[in-house]
Protein backbone atom coordinates (compact mmCIF):
# COMPACT_ATOMS: atom_id res chain seq x y z
CA UNK A 1 0.00 0.00 0.00
CA UNK A 2 1.16 3.75 -1.19
CA UNK A 3 2.05 6.12 1.42
CA UNK A 4 -0.33 8.27 -1.04
CA UNK A 5 -3.81 6.02 -1.61
CA UNK A 6 -5.07 8.34 1.29
CA UNK A 7 -8.77 6.44 1.29
CA UNK A 8 -7.16 2.82 1.73
CA UNK A 9 -5.03 4.08 4.74
CA UNK A 10 -7.90 5.66 6.32
CA UNK A 11 -10.01 2.88 5.98
CA UNK A 12 -6.99 0.84 7.34
CA UNK A 13 -6.51 2.52 10.07
CA UNK A 14 -10.40 2.26 11.12
CA UNK A 15 -10.09 -1.20 10.82
CA UNK A 16 -6.70 -1.88 12.72
CA UNK A 17 -6.09 1.09 15.06
CA UNK A 18 -8.61 0.44 17.69
CA UNK A 19 -6.38 -2.73 18.79
CA UNK A 20 -3.55 -0.48 18.51
CA UNK A 21 -4.50 2.89 19.82
CA UNK A 22 -1.37 4.98 17.76
CA UNK A 23 -4.28 7.93 16.79
CA UNK A 24 -6.23 9.89 19.15
CA UNK A 25 -7.70 11.82 16.59
CA UNK A 26 -8.06 10.83 12.76
CA UNK A 27 -9.16 14.26 10.44
CA UNK A 28 -10.19 12.04 7.44
CA UNK A 29 -12.27 14.87 6.20
CA UNK A 30 -9.02 17.29 6.33
CA UNK A 31 -7.07 14.14 4.47
CA UNK A 32 -9.27 13.62 1.58
CA UNK A 33 -9.62 17.36 1.17
CA UNK A 34 -6.25 18.22 0.50
CA UNK A 35 -4.98 18.80 -2.71
CA UNK A 36 -2.29 17.54 -4.57
CA UNK A 37 0.24 19.86 -5.37
CA UNK A 38 2.22 17.45 -8.47
CA UNK A 39 5.42 17.71 -7.52
CA UNK A 40 7.92 16.80 -4.86
CA UNK A 41 8.64 13.08 -3.42
CA UNK A 42 6.54 14.01 -0.77
CA UNK A 43 3.45 15.34 -2.60
CA UNK A 44 0.37 13.24 -1.54
CA UNK A 45 2.23 11.22 1.19
CA UNK A 46 0.36 10.30 4.41
CA UNK A 47 1.65 11.53 7.76
CA UNK A 48 0.79 11.65 11.45
CA UNK A 49 1.60 14.56 13.92
CA UNK A 50 2.23 13.54 17.76
CA UNK A 51 -0.41 15.25 20.04
CA UNK A 52 2.09 17.88 21.22
CA UNK A 53 2.38 19.71 17.90
CA UNK A 54 -0.06 22.07 16.47
CA UNK A 55 -1.95 21.03 14.02
CA UNK A 56 -4.98 24.17 13.06
CA UNK A 57 -8.27 22.83 13.59
CA UNK A 58 -7.02 19.44 16.03
CA UNK A 59 -7.00 19.50 19.66
CA UNK A 60 -3.26 19.89 20.92
CA UNK A 61 -3.43 17.42 24.36
CA UNK A 62 -0.01 16.52 25.02
CA UNK A 63 -1.76 14.08 26.67
CA UNK A 64 -2.69 16.26 29.56
CA UNK A 65 -5.99 16.17 31.54
CA UNK A 66 -5.87 19.81 31.67
CA UNK A 67 -5.43 20.35 27.73
CA UNK A 68 -8.03 17.90 26.39
CA UNK A 69 -9.87 20.62 24.94
CA UNK A 70 -7.27 22.93 23.48
CA UNK A 71 -8.09 23.48 19.76
CA UNK A 72 -4.81 24.69 17.60
CA UNK A 73 -5.95 27.91 15.65
CA UNK A 74 -3.20 27.93 13.31
CA UNK A 75 -0.26 25.33 12.37
CA UNK A 76 3.07 25.28 14.21
CA UNK A 77 5.77 26.36 11.61
CA UNK A 78 6.86 22.68 11.04
CA UNK A 79 3.37 21.64 10.68
CA UNK A 80 3.15 24.15 7.97
CA UNK A 81 6.78 22.84 6.20
CA UNK A 82 5.14 19.48 6.10
CA UNK A 83 2.15 20.83 4.35
CA UNK A 84 4.00 22.91 1.82
CA UNK A 85 5.98 20.24 0.49
CA UNK A 86 2.82 18.41 -0.34
CA UNK A 87 2.22 15.60 2.46
CA UNK A 88 -1.38 14.78 3.99
CA UNK A 89 -1.81 14.99 7.39
CA UNK A 90 -3.72 11.90 8.75
CA UNK A 91 -4.59 13.06 12.61
CA UNK A 92 -2.93 13.42 15.99
CA UNK A 93 -1.12 10.56 17.21
CA UNK A 94 -0.55 8.83 21.10
CA UNK A 95 2.47 10.08 23.23
CA UNK A 96 3.17 9.31 26.49
CA UNK A 97 1.45 12.50 29.59
CA UNK A 98 3.51 15.29 29.00
CA UNK A 99 6.13 13.70 26.47
CA UNK A 100 8.02 12.48 30.26
CA UNK A 101 8.14 8.74 29.59
CA UNK A 102 8.65 6.04 27.23
CA UNK A 103 5.48 3.91 27.87
CA UNK A 104 2.76 5.40 26.10
CA UNK A 105 0.31 4.65 28.49
CA UNK A 106 -1.93 7.58 29.59
CA UNK A 107 -4.42 7.87 32.03
CA UNK A 108 -7.51 9.17 30.47
CA UNK A 109 -6.53 9.06 26.81
CA UNK A 110 -5.67 5.21 26.59
CA UNK A 111 -2.50 2.50 26.36
CA UNK A 112 -0.73 2.33 22.86
CA UNK A 113 0.24 -1.06 21.01
CA UNK A 114 3.44 -2.16 20.04
CA UNK A 115 1.89 -3.17 16.28
CA UNK A 116 5.56 -5.98 16.38
CA UNK A 117 4.08 -8.09 19.97
CA UNK A 118 0.24 -7.77 21.59
CA UNK A 119 0.50 -6.02 24.68
CA UNK A 120 4.01 -4.74 24.26
CA UNK A 121 4.64 -1.09 24.66
CA UNK A 122 5.82 1.01 21.73
CA UNK A 123 8.06 2.87 23.82
CA UNK A 124 7.77 6.73 23.94
CA UNK A 125 7.13 9.32 24.49
CA UNK A 126 6.73 9.35 20.83
CA UNK A 127 4.70 6.23 20.53
CA UNK A 128 1.93 6.50 18.77
CA UNK A 129 4.29 8.19 16.29
CA UNK A 130 6.22 4.65 16.04
CA UNK A 131 3.33 2.59 16.56
CA UNK A 132 1.72 4.21 13.34
CA UNK A 133 4.65 3.80 11.30
CA UNK A 134 4.81 -0.32 12.19
CA UNK A 135 1.61 -0.48 11.56
CA UNK A 136 1.50 0.72 7.57
CA UNK A 137 -0.92 3.33 8.85
CA UNK A 138 1.51 6.00 7.69
CA UNK A 139 4.95 6.08 5.96
CA UNK A 140 6.33 9.33 8.31
CA UNK A 141 5.35 10.49 11.69
CA UNK A 142 6.51 13.78 13.18
CA UNK A 143 7.51 12.72 17.06
CA UNK A 144 9.64 14.89 19.57
CA UNK A 145 12.27 14.32 21.43
CA UNK A 146 14.12 15.51 24.57
CA UNK A 147 16.51 12.67 25.89
CA UNK A 148 15.16 9.84 23.13
CA UNK A 149 11.29 10.15 22.26
CA UNK A 150 11.97 9.36 19.14
CA UNK A 151 14.23 7.32 18.67
CA UNK A 152 12.99 4.83 21.53
CA UNK A 153 9.72 4.18 20.05
CA UNK A 154 11.87 3.58 16.29
CA UNK A 155 13.87 1.24 18.35
CA UNK A 156 11.13 -0.65 19.56
CA UNK A 157 8.56 -0.29 16.31
CA UNK A 158 11.66 -1.52 14.22
CA UNK A 159 11.33 1.87 12.46
CA UNK A 160 13.77 4.44 11.56
CA UNK A 161 14.39 7.50 14.16
CA UNK A 162 15.64 10.85 13.55
CA UNK A 163 16.70 13.30 16.03
CA UNK A 164 17.83 16.53 14.50
CA UNK A 165 20.55 19.05 15.35
CA UNK A 166 19.55 21.11 18.07
CA UNK A 167 17.25 24.60 16.54
CA UNK A 168 17.82 23.15 13.38
CA UNK A 169 13.91 22.87 13.11
CA UNK A 170 11.82 25.56 15.21
CA UNK A 171 9.67 24.58 18.66
CA UNK A 172 7.28 27.21 18.45
CA UNK A 173 3.33 25.65 18.68
CA UNK A 174 4.80 22.35 20.22
CA UNK A 175 3.86 21.88 23.78
CA UNK A 176 7.05 21.88 25.49
CA UNK A 177 8.47 19.62 27.98
CA UNK A 178 12.57 21.26 28.75
CA UNK A 179 13.65 24.40 25.80
CA UNK A 180 16.99 23.04 26.73
CA UNK A 181 16.59 19.81 25.11
CA UNK A 182 13.22 19.48 22.99
CA UNK A 183 13.80 18.26 19.60
CA UNK A 184 11.01 17.83 16.83
CA UNK A 185 12.10 14.99 14.67
CA UNK A 186 10.72 11.79 12.53
CA UNK A 187 10.18 8.68 12.71
CA UNK A 188 9.98 7.08 9.43
CA UNK A 189 9.96 3.37 6.86
CA UNK A 190 13.69 4.29 5.60
CA UNK A 191 16.50 6.53 6.34
CA UNK A 192 15.65 8.46 2.75
CA UNK A 193 12.24 9.45 4.05
CA UNK A 194 13.64 10.59 7.25
CA UNK A 195 15.86 13.33 5.20
CA UNK A 196 12.71 14.09 3.26
CA UNK A 197 10.52 14.65 6.12
CA UNK A 198 13.35 16.48 7.72
CA UNK A 199 13.64 19.39 5.06
CA UNK A 200 10.24 19.37 4.43
CA UNK A 201 9.84 20.53 7.96
CA UNK A 202 12.78 23.50 7.66
CA UNK A 203 10.54 26.74 8.07
CA UNK A 204 12.20 30.03 9.70
CA UNK A 205 10.32 29.95 12.93
CA UNK A 206 11.97 33.50 14.85
CA UNK A 207 9.48 32.69 17.99
CA UNK A 208 11.52 30.16 19.08
CA UNK A 209 14.28 31.52 20.74
CA UNK A 210 16.44 27.98 20.01
CA UNK A 211 15.85 27.85 16.39
CA UNK A 212 18.73 29.07 14.47
CA UNK A 213 19.19 29.94 10.80
CA UNK A 214 19.64 26.84 8.39
CA UNK A 215 23.63 26.94 7.28
CA UNK A 216 24.34 27.42 3.46
CA UNK A 217 24.52 24.48 1.56
CA UNK A 218 22.97 22.27 4.23
CA UNK A 219 20.68 19.20 3.47
CA UNK A 220 19.67 16.00 4.87
CA UNK A 221 19.27 14.44 1.31
CA UNK A 222 22.83 13.35 0.18
CA UNK A 223 23.61 14.29 -2.91
CA UNK A 224 25.53 10.59 -3.49
CA UNK A 225 26.04 8.00 -0.89
CA UNK A 226 28.72 8.45 1.75
CA UNK A 227 32.10 7.27 1.03
CA UNK A 228 33.28 4.90 4.10
CA UNK A 229 36.97 4.83 3.40
CA UNK A 230 38.77 6.14 6.23
CA UNK A 231 35.82 7.98 7.93
CA UNK A 232 36.54 7.14 11.91
CA UNK A 233 33.54 5.45 13.67
CA UNK A 234 34.05 5.37 17.60
CA UNK A 235 32.55 2.97 19.85
CA UNK A 236 31.73 4.81 23.22
CA UNK A 237 33.65 3.20 25.85
CA UNK A 238 31.04 4.03 28.63
CA UNK A 239 28.42 1.67 26.18
CA UNK A 240 30.90 -0.76 25.92
CA UNK A 241 30.85 -1.11 29.69
CA UNK A 242 27.00 -0.70 30.05
CA UNK A 243 24.73 -3.47 30.85
CA UNK A 244 22.26 -4.44 27.93
CA UNK A 245 20.25 -7.37 26.26
CA UNK A 246 22.77 -9.91 24.41
CA UNK A 247 21.00 -9.43 21.26
CA UNK A 248 21.79 -5.27 21.38
CA UNK A 249 25.19 -6.08 21.93
CA UNK A 250 25.05 -8.51 19.07
CA UNK A 251 23.58 -5.51 17.00
CA UNK A 252 25.41 -3.43 17.84
CA UNK A 253 28.92 -5.84 17.00
CA UNK A 254 27.23 -6.60 13.83
CA UNK A 255 26.99 -3.41 12.60
CA UNK A 256 30.65 -2.32 13.48
CA UNK A 257 31.57 -5.29 11.40
CA UNK A 258 29.63 -3.92 8.64
CA UNK A 259 31.14 -0.49 8.54
CA UNK A 260 34.12 -1.88 8.80
CA UNK A 261 33.96 -4.49 5.88
CA UNK A 262 32.97 -0.79 4.06
CA UNK A 263 36.23 0.27 4.78
CA UNK A 264 35.89 2.76 8.26
CA UNK A 265 37.77 2.61 10.66
CA UNK A 266 35.33 1.03 13.91
CA UNK A 267 37.05 1.62 17.49
CA UNK A 268 37.02 2.20 20.90
CA UNK A 269 36.57 6.12 21.90
CA UNK A 270 37.23 7.20 25.54
CA UNK A 271 34.99 9.15 27.23
CA UNK A 272 35.53 9.32 30.66
CA UNK A 273 33.47 12.10 32.23
CA UNK A 274 30.23 10.52 30.73
CA UNK A 275 28.96 8.01 32.72
CA UNK A 276 25.09 7.25 31.39
CA UNK A 277 23.09 6.25 34.04
CA UNK A 278 24.13 9.79 36.34
CA UNK A 279 23.79 11.84 33.20
CA UNK A 280 20.35 10.55 32.93
CA UNK A 281 19.94 11.07 35.86
CA UNK A 282 21.10 14.85 35.77
CA UNK A 283 18.87 15.38 32.71
CA UNK A 284 15.60 13.82 33.91
CA UNK A 285 16.01 16.92 36.89
CA UNK A 286 16.83 19.37 34.86
CA UNK A 287 13.67 17.94 31.96
CA UNK A 288 11.72 18.16 35.52
CA UNK A 289 12.81 21.82 36.51
CA UNK A 290 11.87 23.30 33.20
CA UNK A 291 8.85 21.89 33.11
CA UNK A 292 7.92 22.78 36.37
CA UNK A 293 8.64 25.83 35.58
CA UNK A 294 6.55 26.36 31.95
CA UNK A 295 3.43 24.26 33.75
CA UNK A 296 2.83 25.32 37.14
CA UNK A 297 -0.65 25.64 37.07
CA UNK A 298 -0.48 22.22 36.83
CA UNK A 299 1.22 20.68 39.65
CA UNK A 300 -1.32 21.55 42.57
CA UNK A 301 -3.92 20.74 40.99
CA UNK A 302 -5.67 16.81 40.94
CA UNK A 303 -7.78 17.09 37.85
CA UNK A 304 -4.81 18.58 36.00
CA UNK A 305 -2.43 15.44 35.34
CA UNK A 306 -2.05 12.31 37.06
CA UNK A 307 -0.49 11.54 40.16
CA UNK A 308 2.62 10.67 38.49
CA UNK A 309 3.25 13.40 36.23
CA UNK A 310 2.24 16.50 39.07
CA UNK A 311 4.81 14.47 41.25
CA UNK A 312 7.41 14.70 38.71
CA UNK A 313 6.81 18.60 38.09
CA UNK A 314 6.21 18.64 42.47
CA UNK A 315 10.56 16.84 42.43
CA UNK A 316 11.91 19.50 39.91
CA UNK A 317 9.94 22.60 41.65
CA UNK A 318 11.51 21.63 44.98
CA UNK A 319 14.85 20.06 44.12
CA UNK A 320 16.79 23.41 44.91
CA UNK A 321 19.52 25.95 43.44
CA UNK A 322 22.13 23.70 44.25
CA UNK A 323 21.23 20.28 43.07
CA UNK A 324 19.92 21.98 39.92
CA UNK A 325 23.39 23.81 39.11
CA UNK A 326 25.36 20.76 39.67
CA UNK A 327 23.41 19.01 37.33
CA UNK A 328 23.62 21.40 34.62
CA UNK A 329 27.72 21.36 35.40
CA UNK A 330 27.42 17.63 34.93
CA UNK A 331 25.61 17.69 31.84
CA UNK A 332 28.15 20.45 30.08
CA UNK A 333 30.78 17.89 30.88
CA UNK A 334 28.79 15.56 29.23
CA UNK A 335 28.49 17.66 26.09
CA UNK A 336 32.19 18.32 25.72
CA UNK A 337 32.64 14.93 26.75
CA UNK A 338 30.94 14.16 23.34
CA UNK A 339 32.01 17.02 21.08
CA UNK A 340 35.53 16.15 21.72
CA UNK A 341 35.21 12.37 20.89
CA UNK A 342 33.66 13.54 17.70
CA UNK A 343 36.82 15.77 17.03
CA UNK A 344 38.81 12.28 16.42
CA UNK A 345 35.45 10.53 15.21
CA UNK A 346 33.09 11.46 11.94
CA UNK A 347 30.31 9.64 13.76
CA UNK A 348 29.61 7.57 16.88
CA UNK A 349 28.04 3.88 16.80
CA UNK A 350 26.12 2.60 19.85
CA UNK A 351 22.81 0.67 20.77
CA UNK A 352 19.83 2.55 20.78
CA UNK A 353 18.53 0.91 24.04
CA UNK A 354 19.56 -0.91 26.35
CA UNK A 355 16.43 -3.42 25.88
CA UNK A 356 13.92 -4.09 23.40
CA UNK A 357 10.36 -3.75 23.63
CA UNK A 358 8.53 -5.00 26.89
CA UNK A 359 5.07 -5.70 28.42
CA UNK A 360 2.78 -3.14 29.11
CA UNK A 361 2.14 -3.25 33.17
CA UNK A 362 5.89 -3.94 33.77
CA UNK A 363 8.24 -1.83 35.64
CA UNK A 364 10.11 0.71 32.88
CA UNK A 365 13.44 0.21 32.96
CA UNK A 366 15.46 3.39 34.55
CA UNK A 367 17.96 2.83 31.94
CA UNK A 368 15.80 3.88 28.79
CA UNK A 369 17.45 6.50 27.81
CA UNK A 370 20.82 5.92 28.89
CA UNK A 371 22.27 5.91 25.23
CA UNK A 372 20.11 8.43 23.83
CA UNK A 373 19.74 11.06 26.60
CA UNK A 374 23.73 11.91 24.90
CA UNK A 375 22.86 12.92 21.52
CA UNK A 376 20.00 15.90 23.44
CA UNK A 377 22.58 16.49 25.93
CA UNK A 378 24.85 17.69 23.52
CA UNK A 379 22.56 19.17 20.68
CA UNK A 380 23.87 16.30 18.01
CA UNK A 381 21.83 14.98 15.06
CA UNK A 382 21.25 11.08 15.68
CA UNK A 383 19.32 8.55 13.90
CA UNK A 384 17.85 5.41 14.90
CA UNK A 385 17.78 2.30 13.19
CA UNK A 386 16.54 -1.59 13.29
CA UNK A 387 18.71 -4.48 13.44
CA UNK A 388 17.66 -7.99 12.93
CA UNK A 389 18.21 -9.60 16.77
CA UNK A 390 20.24 -12.98 16.61
CA UNK A 391 16.95 -14.68 18.77
CA UNK A 392 14.88 -14.18 15.90
CA UNK A 393 12.10 -12.04 17.97
CA UNK A 394 11.52 -8.12 18.44
CA UNK A 395 13.93 -6.30 16.46
CA UNK A 396 17.34 -4.75 17.84
CA UNK A 397 18.02 -0.93 17.46
CA UNK A 398 21.57 0.96 16.77
CA UNK A 399 22.35 4.44 16.63
CA UNK A 400 24.56 6.23 14.78
CA UNK A 401 25.12 10.22 16.16
CA UNK A 402 27.30 12.48 14.44
CA UNK A 403 29.00 16.31 14.20
CA UNK A 404 26.35 19.60 14.59
CA UNK A 405 24.08 19.24 11.30
CA UNK A 406 25.74 16.22 9.90
CA UNK A 407 22.68 14.61 8.90
CA UNK A 408 23.59 14.05 5.35
CA UNK A 409 26.62 11.60 6.45
CA UNK A 410 24.75 9.61 9.27
CA UNK A 411 21.62 9.25 7.02
CA UNK A 412 23.72 8.54 4.56
CA UNK A 413 25.70 5.73 6.79
CA UNK A 414 22.12 4.15 7.79
CA UNK A 415 20.96 3.61 4.42
CA UNK A 416 23.91 1.85 3.72
CA UNK A 417 23.98 -0.26 7.19
CA UNK A 418 20.58 -1.57 6.09
CA UNK A 419 20.62 -2.05 2.76
CA UNK A 420 19.94 -5.61 1.47
Given at each position: ????????????????????????????????????????????????????????????????????????????????????????????????????????????????????????????????????????????????????????????????????????????????????????????????????????????????????PTPTGWRAVAEA?????????????????????????????????????????????????????????????????????????????????????????????????????????????????????????????????????????????????????????????????PWPAQDGGLPAS???????????????????????
Open positions: MSGSDIPALLDRIAREDPAIGAFWQVDAPGALATPRRGDGELDGVAIGIKDNVDVAGLRTTAGIAAFRNRVATTDAPCVRGLRAAGLVILGKLAMHEGALGATTDTPGFGRCINPLREGFTPGGSSGGSGAAVAAGFVPLAVGSDTMGSVRIPAAYCGVVGLKPTQGLIGRSGVVPLSPALDTVGMLTRTPRLAALGLEAMLCDDPEDPGWRPPRLDGLRIGLPEPVLAATMEPELRAAWAAAAVRLREAGAVVEPVPMPAWNPSVARRAGLLLVEAEAAALHAELVDDPQAASPGFRAALAYGRDAGTVRLVRALHRLEEVKAAALRALQSCDALLMPTAPQRAFAHGTPAPVDQADFTALANFAGLPAIALVQLVGRPYAEALILGMAELLIAP
